[in-house]
Nanobody
């Protein structure tokens, strides 16, 4: 059974930083491309970032490029999202995604 467990969310002021983690199990992590997806209240999910199997390529949508960094540790079966220079509009639930499988999400709230 695929399991994705996110952690690291919280409340932070604008300009602050958070690092999200996603521990994966139930599949061969090193064989899988991984993504982070954000869902704001009342909105559809929005793709944030992705990384290929061996971390040789990473991708970001424009609002996050230059501020967020995705990383994949195949030895630890863990996906990360380093979020810097956070903005109010970054608020939402962040989900780890592997194929069609999603984690339960972790809440990120950016508030002054």
């Amino acid at each position: 059974e695929v399991q994705l467990v996110e952690s690291g969310g919280g409340v932070v002021q604008p300009g602050g930083s958070l690092r999200l983690s996603c521990v994966a199990s139930g599949f061969i992590f090193s064989d899988e491309r991984m993504s982070w997806v954000r869902q704001a209240p009342g909105m559809a999910p929005e793709w944030v970032s992705g990384i290929n199997r061996r971390s040789t390529s990473s991708y970001y949508t424009d609002p996050y490029r230059g501020r967020f960094t995705i990383a994949k540790d195949n030895a630890k079966n863990t996906l990360y999202l380093q979020m810097n220079s956070l903005k109010l509009e970054d608020t939402g639930v962040y989900y780890c995604k592997a194929g069609d499988s999603w984690g339960q999400g972790t809440q990120v709230t950016v508030s002054s």
